[in-house]
């Protein structure tokens, strides 16, 4: 097994679920996993399955789900949260509220947020990140990133992001936080040589992530993909996100921001942007017919009053579409069954009686965007599903709670409409991660005195 793959060696057997959901179609009552080396080897009734394993799990009065994949976030951001300033802004006077305090974080303070956004993704039942941080100042580098993530043990698909475009060159952020190319591209080169795996199973992966069209040069975003290409590896950048960004691509590009990109060879099957709130309809049949994909984030486009992005039209169109929690800044929390459920919310109103038209969103279509949809959306073909041959990456949820008293009549459902709590178990790749709504790798208690302590010194 390559170095970094799924690490729990022997047997695993998870049985006696109250109902456990495949996401291949099958909601299966009294249901079982039997995994071997963090990959699943047999799903099914327990009765159908083996008796016996090196490790036996009773789930009886749980909720089984595949674990849920965030597809967009900035979790140095944790250490914003509900700054009094940026607390009632929009995008761009958000951004600019927040650069001057994001520009003095040290590698300490991303190390800590790093873990610290990981470990609440953990207990709300995630098992796969994707983080798009895009500003490295005073020292900090990916590989921070990498020695906060360890402790918790998701998989992480680490972002080498960016920002070009200072405020003398016509972009929003300070010159102060921007980067040559040149040393940005080299970064990139090196972090993939370190840190990506490229097999199924992988537990880090690297994505080459300019911030958005405001904040880098279209000569960086162009050389970006290339080298993204000629490395196999997959490209994200925020797009579309607010009315401002859409003023600003026109006014300096001459084009909306999906032309813009797709201009610059950002469209296709490797690549997926973050929001896409304002996209006309020929630009979501071309993100289709491309493969192109969309991190949803609902709370986000909420919190910053972005727009309603057009999911219904997405997933009319066949692009493929994820959930993430975006960045705890503009959130302000990293909670995955929260966003499923603000998911399931939104999109309601997005059809409501003079906003909009088309089928309401199911409790079942929102649990799998967030699984099925954000494996998609990462291109990997090895989780997201509870089947034979994926990885043992699963959650469990105990309904014996009083969130969800009075609501057995659909335990499925009950884990979206009714209001958000955590799992009580997980594992990434047969390997526990949450036991008891505890998470295993770190203890939760020291670290927020810690992250407090570190964000208490950024407002300083
Ligand atoms: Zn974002």
Known sequence: MAPGSVVRMGTLLARHAQVMVTMDGAEVEDGAIFARDGWIETVGATADLPDSADEVVDLHGHVVLPGLVNTHHHLYQTLTRVVPGAQDAGLFQWLRTLYPIWARMTPDHVRVATTVGLAELALSGCTTVFDHQYLWPNGSKVDDQIEGADPVGLRFHVSRGSMSLGESDGGLPPDSIVEKPGSILEDCQRVIQSYHQAERGAMTR???????????????????????????????????????????????????????????????????????????????????????????????????????????????????????????????????????????????????????????????????????????????????????????????????????????????????????????????????????????????????????????????
């Open 206 to 460: 690297v994505v080459l992530a300019p911030c958005s069209p405001f904040s880098v040069t279209t000569d960086l975003m162009r050389d970006t993909a290339a080298l993204a290409r000629d490395q196999g590896i997959t490209m994200h950048t925020h797009l579309a996100e607010t009315a401002d960004e859409e003023e600003f691509c026109v006014t300096r590009f001459e084009r909306r921001p999906v032309e813009h990109m797709e201009d610059l060879g950002w469209a296709g099957a490797d690549v997926w942007y973050a929001h896409a709130v304002h996209v006309a309809p020929d630009e979501i049949t071309r993100m289709g017919d491309a493969g192109t994909g969309v991190a949803h984030c609902p709370t986000s486009n909420m919190r910053l009053a972005s727009g309603l992005a057009p999911v219904g039209g997405y997933l009319a169109a066949g692009v493929r579409v994820g959930l993430g929690v975006d960045g705890s800044a503009s959130n302000d929390s990293s909670n995955m069954l929260a966003e499923v459920r603000q998911t399931l919310l939104l999109n309601r109103l997005a059809v409501a009686p003079g906003v909009g038209a088309g089928a309401q969103m199911t409790a079942r279509d929102a649990l799998k965007l967030a699984t099925v949809g954000g494996a998609a959306v990462l291109g990997r073909d090895d989780i997201g599903r509870l089947a034979p041959g994926m990885a043992a990456d699963f959650i469990a949820i105990d309904l014996d709670r009083i969130g969800f008293a009075g609501a057995m009549h659909d335990p499925v459902a009950a884990v979206v409409l009714c209001s958000p709590l955590g799992v009580d178990h997980s594992w990434v790749g047969g390997r526990r991660v949450v036991e008891d709504r505890r998470l295993v790798g770190a203890d939760v208690g020291s670290l927020v005195a810690e992250h407090n302590h570190l964000a208490g010194s950024l407002l300083g």
